[in-house]
């Protein structure tokens, strides 16, 4: 049987073929010059005609068969190169994941403006508004409407930069106080007073000529020191730490009466004594008191049924506590190596 | 205000009680304490001996070895180098192995010659160079004789104390005074306290028959009182006295002067005495001075009167300013000895002027200036004269030369105890009200459950019910007010619109890559004006500090460009800030400047710079266009703004536009001109300001959803060749006009002006895209729109490419 054995030949011949190629194109051009139309085993079946009649069908079916096993085995070799080509290209499409990613640029608020709207959003939490109010001032507003007349001695307390004999750079944002206080009509309010202040004063590591404060004025029915306490003790808590602590000392302000001053527990040492507190447990931090009644009555309300307190602090001391800052200057050179210090959140 | 402890317990009991403590309580109480000063700080073994034999040293002119005597077997040898060093003298020694200024003194040898211990200067002692006793200043300092050998020199020299420093506020002037502090001190302890004895014997001879005085101006010198001393001995104060001073801050002159001091210190009185010869007439007038009067102050200064000055005359020119300083010629000299004691009241506003305009500020004008006792003029003047008596051996004639036209009344103030817990939030009976008020020696009497309260005279600031809510409330203790929060209505806080947008604005730019910065608002007058976006006079200061900062700023960006260098000149290539702040801007009808809140930024260096994957962007015009064009967009202003190409002083002509907000400029940007950016040590560098207050104030429409498309775009390119100049916005415009409704977007995508275009021409290429939400458009359409614009563009000028 001849042909029997040239089909077995054949049959052993392509599968070998089949298994040496290494990749789809090699078995492509196996597949191609013996499965295709002018392929052996096609030949063979062209052959057949020559066989005596009763062999074709079991001739055909044999054919067949090992067309259908060739295939097979054809079958799972793609398989197999395809998956190989696969794991290839993902090999060579490795990348070094440790490579810096591609820069998004995002810069950040100035320190100060951090520490003020933190301040801003606690108050805002509590009811007040923000109020603000010009640079350059009127000496009535700087001063004599908050009981400094002229030749008041606390004047001495805050070297101004003069204009005219009227007209001034605000030396503490107290003016928009009485602004505010003016503008309300008698009407009892809340309001928080960010914004840039300038003293007569040489710029070195603790004084600066023009720094920022923040002020507080409550006003209203029955507002008592109690209040201003309380009022304090959140503030101290939420920006300092839950487990600050504060007190009042006696103090002076020619605007309120009583006066303090708050200082809170040492928020690196906890009280024990460290640099940080000159080894006192405490830190000062802002000055306060009850509005003084020419105060009131000078914008329009009668102290004898309205009261009020006030409170004011220096966002650059608070900042220079909390990041440790040594030196006022940095918040006004903006060195970016400062500036970028300032960008991640705390907790 | 230094307080020395031994000096206070003169009057109050100060037994058993820490400097610390007792400090911690003054502070919590009403005045701060800012220092605790132990005298004896660092000081071991010192010891008074009396030197009994010098020689010159044998290898030095300047050493000599002293043979000291501290009562002991045998005298010590001590090789001293003070030039005033002389035997027979009383002076204090380390010991051997004692410690100065917390240095360890060891027995050793100084070139060649024993040393055991070493004799001191007060300085070396730890006290202050410019309160030592001239006499002693330079060299070691000599006890009084009597002084005993061996006798610790601690004690001997009163270093045995602790000084507190007061830091006191404008309203505590009472506390300028030992005894004032003695009333603060004695109210917080709930002791007593011991007023100075000031009897002394009078001769028969009367003061008015010696010396008159006349007042003419009385309403700025309501009192003025003199005491006049016979036979005064001038010479060293004892010991005591000049360690009083000391400890206070105050150098020891002589035995007079040294007196009236310590009466300014005691009393808080300011007191001045004259040579009663040197004034010569036996008269004293007190007036205004003349226009121009010359007076030679006792410093040896000549200085020019104004008519404000209140002066001390002698009936013929002016012996002294009134309350700030005496007259060189009426001064107490060695030779002086009959002594004029001033005691007065003078305006506290008068001396405060005066003391100004001559540029003195002294104790006695600090004192004045805040306002002193009325009640304490006559017994600070009977003081003075006691001690005269005592110290320097003087008589005093009887009586006092007296003008008093003084009110003495002390304040008077009613308060319900209502008021009082309803100002504080607490509960205090009336009863402990009126005990602390006793303490602090208020005179209190109740009626009608009111406190009727007079206050002392010494305590000028207690006026008002608030003013005794204060005494209460800090005797009471702070620590004992409860923490409330305000009650009653509440209404929800917040910023308003304008704060909101500023703070978007802000977020905003920070996001985009800008730091934000903070430069100052004064500037100098050269400064002022730079890249001002309009022309206004500029708000100078009156009397700058330097000419720096001297005017107002027009511009935020001449210091933003400074703050830009500063960082490139170290190291900072790449360098993006932003400030948003105001500019002063021409005066307004209040006499105030015009403030305008401005937005400026400067970029410089590269925008991206990713190295590794080689991406670098410079910065250049269109990366801060960019940047605004995303923060118009958050504004809703994007239909609203417009560019125009501009000339700005100190910006490259050809890279610099003007922003409009519907027509109207309110900022621009470009390019600082390369002059510029040379002079600043600046790369290529951009800059925009704009008035950040329009761009807030401009409305925004009210956010509405739009469908998302349904039905797809059809897009077209064009690519056209135009002059050079020609701007891509008014090409926009053509096409936009042209396109009609069915046109909905035209974009950029390419600009071409290089070698192969002809010369003055550029290509721009914009896509198109068309589109209608109501459904899929035909091509017929899109021909017939796109032929208009093309129609519309050839007509302009361009052409097709
Ligand atoms: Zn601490």
Redesign the interface.
């Known amino acids: 049987m001849a042909m029997i054995e040239q089909l077995t030949q054949l049959k052993e011949e392509v599968i070998e073929k089949i298994t040496a190629t290494e990749n789809i194109k090699q078995l492509n051009e196996v597949r191609v010059a013996y499965l295709g139309k002018k392929g052996p085993i096609t030949d063979l079946l062209k052959g057949m005609g020559k066989l005596p009649v009763e062999e074709r069908p079991k001739m055909g079916a044999l054919v067949n068969e090992v067309r259908a096993e060739v295939q097979h085995i054809h079958d799972v070799r793609k398989a197999t190169l395809e998956e190989q080509a696969i794991q290839e290209q993902l090999e060579k499409e490795a990348i070094d994941v440790t ?2 990613g ?2 998004v ?6 320190p ?2 951090r520490v003020i ?1 933190e301040i ?1 959003d606690l ?8 109020a ?1 109010g ?5 000496d009535y507003y700087n001063f004599e409407a908050l009981n400094l007349p002229k ?4 004047r ?2 805050q070297d101004t ?4 004999e ?2 001034l ?1 605000r030396t503490h944002t107290s003016p928009v106080q009485a602004r505010t206080m003016e503008k309300k009509q008698g009407a ?1 309010f ?1 309001i928080i007073c960010p914004g ?1 202040v ?1 003293r ?1 004063d ?1 710029d070195d590591a603790t004084h600066s ?2 720094f920022t404060q923040i002020e507080g004025l ?1 006003v ?8 201003l ?3 304090l ?2 503030f101290a808590k939420k920006m300092f730490g839950e487990d600050r602590e504060i ?6 302000f ?1 605007f309120t ?4 001053e708050m200082d809170i527990s040492c928020f690196k040492c906890g009280g024990e004594g460290c640099n940080v507190c000159k080894h006192t447990g405490w830190i000062e931090i802002l000055g306060a008191g ?1 509005v ?2 020419n105060v009131l009555s000078m914008a329009g309300y009668d102290p004898k049924k309205v ?1 009020g307190f006030a409170f004011g602090m220096g966002p650059e001391r608070i900042a220079m506590l909390k990041y440790g800052v040594d030196d006022i200057r940095h ?7 400062f ?2 210090q300032f960008h991640r959140t705390e907790e | 205000m230094l307080v020395s402890l031994k000096w206070l317990s003169q009057y109050v009991d100060l037994q058993g009680l820490e400097a610390e403590d007792l400090a911690e309580k003054i502070t919590r109480s009403g005045i701060e304490v800012e220092g605790v000063h132990h005298l004896s700080k660092g000081i071991k073994k010192i010891m008074v001996g009396q030197i009994k034999e010098i020689k010159k040293h044998p290898d030095s002119d300047h050493l000599n070895i002293c043979q000291v005597d501290f009562g002991e077997d045998e005298l010590s040898q001590i090789v001293c180098g003070a030039p005033n060093v002389a035997e027979g003298q009383k002076i204090v020694a380390v010991r051997p192995n004692g410690y100065v200024g917390g240095k360890k003194i060891k027995k050793g040898k100084l070139r060649g010659e024993v040393s055991n211990g070493m004799i001191c200067s007060l300085q070396e002692l730890g006290i202050e160079g410019k309160v030592v006793p001239k006499k002693y200043a330079d060299g070691i300092y000599v006890l009084p004789e009597e002084t005993p050998v061996g006798m610790d020199a601690i004690k001997a020299l009163g270093l045995d104390d602790v000084i507190l420093e007061l830091g006191l506020t404008p309203n505590r002037s009472d506390a300028m005074s030992m005894l004032g502090v003695a009333y603060e001190v004695a109210a917080i302890l709930s002791e007593e306290i011991k007023l100075p004895e000031t009897a002394h014997e009078e001769s028969a001879q009367k003061a008015e028959e010696v010396l008159k005085v006349r007042v003419e101006a009385k309403d700025v010198n309501p009192m003025y009182t003199a005491k006049v001393v016979k036979n005064v001995k001038i010479g060293e104060s004892p010991l005591w006295l000049q360690q009083r001073l000391m400890a206070a801050g105050v150098r020891p002159l002589n035995n007079v002067v040294d007196i009236t001091n310590y009466i300014l210190m005691e009393y808080g009185q300011p007191l001045h005495a004259f040579d009663y010869d040197a004034l010569g007439t036996g008269e004293i007038v007190v007036r205004l001075a003349k226009e121009g009067e010359p007076i030679k102050t006792l410093d040896g200064q000549d200085r020019v009167l104004n008519a404000k000055n209140l002066v001390i005359t002698n009936g013929k020119e002016p012996v002294a300013v009134a309350g700030v300083m005496g007259g060189y010629d009426s001064e107490v000299t060695d030779k002086t000895t009959t002594v004029v004691i001033e005691s007065a009241y003078f305006d506290g506003l008068t001396v405060r002027y005066t003391a100004k305009d001559l540029g003195l500020r002294s104790e006695a004008s600090a004192r004045y200036e805040k306002g002193v006792d009325p009640n304490r003029v006559i017994p600070a003047a009977e003081r003075a004269a006691q001690l005269l008596a005592e110290i320097a051996g003087g008589e005093v004639l009887s009586g006092a030369v007296v003008f008093d036209e003084l009110d003495k009344t002390p304040a008077k103030v009613v308060v319900s105890p209502d008021f009082v817990n309803s100002r504080l939030g607490m509960k205090i009976s009336l009863n402990e009200m009126v005990t602390i008020l006793t303490r602090l020696k208020f005179d209190v009497e109740t009626a009608n459950g009111l406190l009727y309260i007079d206050a002392p005279t010494r305590r000028q600031d207690i006026k008002i019910e608030e003013d005794i809510v204060e005494e209460i409330a800090r005797l009471y203790g702070y620590d004992e007010i409860p923490a409330t929060v305000p009650v009653g209505e509440s209404k929800a806080g917040g910023l308003n619109a304008y704060q909101a947008k500023r703070r978007l604005i802000h977020h905003q730019l920070q996001g985009s890559g800008l730091y934000q910065a903070l430069t100052y608002s004064l500037t100098s007058d050269e400064l002022s004006q730079k890249y001002a976006l309009e022309t206004a006079p500029t708000t100078r200061l009156l009397m700058p500090m330097s000419e720096e900062r001297s005017t107002l700023r027009q511009s935020i960006l001449p210091h933003l460009i400074e703050s830009v260098t500063y960082n490139v000149s170290r190291q900072q290539d790449s360098v993006a800030l932003y400030e948003i702040g105001s500019v002063f801007l021409g005066e307004t009808e209040e006499g105030l400047p015009r403030e305008e809140s401005h937005l400026a930024a400067v970029m410089t260096g590269n925008w991206l710079n990713n190295a590794w994957q080689g991406e670098h962007k410079k910065v250049d015009f269109f990366v801060l266009k960019g940047i605004l064009e995303s923060l118009f967009a958050k504004l809703d202003l994007t239909t609203r703004i417009t560019y125009e190409t501009a000339v700005v002083d100190g910006l490259h002509p050809g890279r610099t536009a003007n922003i409009l907000l519907d027509g109207k400029r309110i900022g621009f940007l470009g390019q600082l001109h390369p002059a510029e950016q040379k002079a600043n040590g600046l790369k290529e560098t951009y800059v925009m300001e704009l008035n950040l207050e329009e761009i807030i104030a401009a409305s925004i429409e009210p956010l509405v959803y739009v469908p998302v498309p349904r039905f797809p775009s059809i897009s077209r390119d064009i690519a056209l060749i135009v002059d050079r100049t020609t701007k891509a916005a008014d090409l926009e415009a053509t096409i936009r006009n042209a396109g009609g409704k069915l046109l909905k977007e035209v974009n950029v995508f390419d600009l071409y002006e290089g070698e192969k275009m002809e010369l003055g021409k550029k290509s721009v290429a914009f896509t198109l895209t068309y589109f209608t939400p109501e459904r899929t458009l035909t091509d017929e359409e899109v021909v017939a729109a796109h032929d208009k614009v093309v129609a519309a563009l050839t007509e302009s000028g361009a052409e097709l490419r």
Do not use: W
């Open positions: 490579l810096p591609r820069p640029k995002v810069a950040n608020a100035h100060l403006t709207e801003e108050f805002i939490s509590m009811g007040y508004e923000v603000e010009p640079e350059v001032e009127k030749g008041h001695p606390a001495d307390m930069f003069y204009i005219s009227e007209i750079m009892s809340k840039k300038f007569r040489n000529h023009q409550v209203g029915e029955n507002i008592r020191m109690s209040d306490k309380g009022t003790d959140i007190r009042l000392r006696p103090s002076f020619p009466e009583p006066s303090v009850m003084h009644p009261s918040f006004y050179t903006n060195d970016v190596r500036l970028s």
